[in-house]
């Protein structure tokens, strides 16, 4: 015997077998107990999900209690083998001819005494002049006839035929629903798989069981009935979850060199980068779903349990806002990838320019140079050129060795006396006192090792480090350490406002200059006290540059790009 495919050897015979489809299978049960069923039907909704399928039972189901209902009632669907129910490819009799011819056989009555049903399927195949053809014959069929149309495009339906028939809109498959069937048919036919890999498929399939039982047969096929995740992905060009990860994380970090590794990392593997970069889109999504409504809205992402938590840990390092400019330059780099034919290329494009951007929220401004402190009664030790030396002249690699955070004795910068006699103003104001002195050098000091402690921060608390690089530190009196932030960084000041984040801070501050301090966190406009390195400053008047990024490196090395 020739090898039947899953698709049709697992296709639903009664409406019990029908999965996902409750409200319509239950409707069309209603009106056949009753009697009450209508002469036309139009059966809308995506490919695989069931339409014909419920179609063929409904006509099964009005044949049944026939003078022929013995053998009506017993027909294999899949076989097609009742003489009453015609069913009809509308792509290929899509004529004014093929409609008349219809017509004039649905005078006759059926064979079996019952009804005679016509299933016409992609019915919005039709020509205008067959469906003009056919409109008559729709509104006042023989009483021994009823017409049930199938399609996936019911907008290019005139509303003529809409009007004539009872519409029924099939949706997606559930994904769980999905899988607990495909885990039936794998017990069935002996198949092993394992729960992550039927969710991937039926992730994949996009809610059409057909598409998914396909899938299956090829899989079983490829792996001699044992089936797992990494089948599956090598066989669809499924990024695995944990390189996904890996390159959202990279992304929310404003890490490009790592998302660039990332990346060519799975392109060496042969995926797919078109499917990444829809990955992507549906990762920043089900992040976006995430950030609104936290584990309430879980039931929206269809994924595993472990996927969700993953999801919910990153939910913290990330705006809405900037979840939406992300979505928004992945979709723009689908649209570029169909011009110039590169789609990595194209992908590469949008990484840069998420990674590469401060506060996407806000039109996607480019990063500029941090300015240098314009308060001149705050005294800043000038920063010291950054050892390193040459590794590789002709790659350009540099080993820097890592700066250290100075001591506080060290940090304390006298102010240099006046040379010249004091000026009225001068003569006015007195003097700083050695308390206000030692404050402004403890300031200093941490302004110039604020990028270190926030990675000191970052190995105690990811989220808390990250945050912490959105604020500079702007007043210090001796007790109390004032960190601002800027109006659109709102929500990352209120986050490091918890008690529990907020003892971290003051416990890595503590470490770093071994002052025992009050952490006060506040909104400001002011101009940010950050100091770019000179080495850093001497590259830029060289080159006429400007700093675009700055993050800290494994090692805790302080680096501007």
């Not at 044949?63 to 290929?92: C, F, H, R, V, Y």
């Not at 008559?136 to 003529?160: M, S």
């Not at 409504?293 to 390092?317: C, N, R, T, W």
């Amino acid at each position: 015997m020739s090898y039947l495919v899953l698709a049709r050897k697992y296709r639903p015979q009664t409406f019990a077998d029908v999965i996902g489809q409750s409200e319509i299978t239950d409707k069309l049960k209603n009106a056949l107990a009753c009697g009450r069923t209508a002469h036309a039907y139009l059966f809308c909704g995506p490919r695989g999900v069931g339409k014909t399928t419920c179609a063929r039972i409904l006509a099964m189901e009005l044949n049944k209690n026939t003078p022929a209902g013995s053998s009506q009632g017993s027909l294999d669907l899949g076989m097609q083998t009742a003489l009453d129910i015609i069913e009809i490819d509308g792509a290929s009799n899509n004529s004014v001819d093929d409609i008349r011819a219809l017509r004039d056989s649905a005078q006759l009555m059926p064979m079996g005494g019952g009804v005679k049903i016509y299933i016409i399927d992609e019915v919005h195949m039709l020509s205008p002049a067959a469906f003009n053809a056919l409109l008559k014959t729709l509104e006042e069929p023989p009483k021994h006839v009823k017409f049930v149309f199938a399609t996936t495009d019911p907008n290019k339906l005139p509303l003529t035929v809409v009007s004539r028939c009872q519409r029924f809109d099939f949706r997606r498959i559930p994904l769980e629903q999905m899988a607990g069937s495909l885990k039936s048919v794998c017990f069935k036919e002996g198949f092993n798989a394992n729960e992550d890999a039927l969710f991937a498929i039926a992730r994949a399939s996009q809610g059409s069981m057909r598409d998914a039982l396909s899938v299956l047969d090829q899989l079983s096929s490829a792996s001699s009935g044992k089936i797992d995740l990494a089948e599956v992905n090598a066989m669809l060009g499924i990024v695995e979850i944990d390189q996904l990860f890996a390159l959202a994380e990279a992304l929310l970090l404003k890490n490009f060199p790592e998302a660039l590794k990332i990346l060519d990392n799975i392109a060496g593997k042969g995926k797919s980068i078109k499917q990444l970069s829809q990955d992507l889109v549906g990762f920043f999504r089900n992040l976006m779903v995430m950030k609104a409504g936290g584990p309430e809205l879980q039931d929206l992402i269809d994924h595993s349990a472990s996927y969700k938590k993953m999801l919910f840990d990153l939910v913290g390092l990330v705006s809405m806002a900037e979840i939406l400019a992300m979505i928004d330059r992945l979709v723009e780099s689908q649209d570029t990838a169909r011009i110039i034919e590169m789609p990595q290329l194209a992908l590469e494009i949008a990484l840069a320019r998420i990674t590469l951007t401060a506060n996407s929220g806000a039109g996607n401004v480019p990063l500029a140079a941090v300015p240098l402190p314009v308060n001149a009664a705050v005294p800043v030790k000038p920063a010291a050129v950054v050892p390193g030396m040459i590794l590789n002249n002709n790659r350009g690699m540099v080993s820097i060795e890592p700066i250290k955070l100075d001591n506080l004795a060290n940090a304390i910068v006298p102010i240099p006396a006046a040379t010249n006699a004091p000026t009225p103003q001068a003569a006015v104001n007195p003097p700083a006192s050695p308390a206000a002195t030692t404050s402004m050098a403890a300031l200093a000091n941490i302004v110039r090792n604020w990028n270190t402690l926030t990675h000191n921060v970052c190995q105690q608390s990811m989220s808390v480090g990250t945050y912490l690089q959105e604020g500079r530190p702007l007043k210090f009196d001796g007790r109390k350490l004032t960190i601002g932030f800027t109006p659109d960084n709102e929500f990352h000041k209120e986050f490091l406002d918890q008690p529990a984040n907020l003892k971290v801070l003051r416990e890595s501050v503590a470490q770093a200059f071994s002052l025992d301090v009050v952490i006060d966190l506040v909104i400001t406009e002011e101009t940010d006290t950050y100091q770019v390195a000179a080495a850093v400053n001497d590259a830029l008047a060289i080159f006429g540059g400007e700093v675009v990024n700055e993050w800290d490196s494994d090692d805790g090395l302080s680096k501007s790009n």
